[in-house]
């Protein structure tokens, strides 16, 4: 897989990975099991996948902002190393 944009692919390909269950009042639950603690409800299916795509969202900017080591998802690497150049140097 060829990646263009880092962040929609590494979102994208997290978001294949999303388990959903219907729980007994009919609600459903979603889950990235690689993401650990990204874990949303929606009373409808469509609901949920959304819940789940929102909290990921949150989950990886607080990760990146806080340098958590984040899960290499589809052979995206989030975790390496910034490297700075000046701005004389462009």
């Known amino acids: 897989m060829a990646v263009k944009f880092i962040l ?19 609600s459903f639950v979603g889950r990235i099991p690689s993401c650990h603690g990204v874990i949303a409800f929606g009373e409808t299916l469509r609901e949920c996948e959304y819940e789940v795509q929102s909290v990921f969202e ?29 701005i004389s140097t462009m």
């Open 8 to 26: 929609s692919d590494y979102v994208e390909q997290a978001l294949r990975q999303a388990t959903y269950d219907k729980l007994e009042d009919n």
């Open 58 to 86: 949150d989950w990886l900017f607080l990760g990146l902002k806080l340098g958590h080591h984040l899960p290499i998802i589809s052979g995206i690497d989030l975790n390496q190393e910034l490297k700075r150049e000046s």
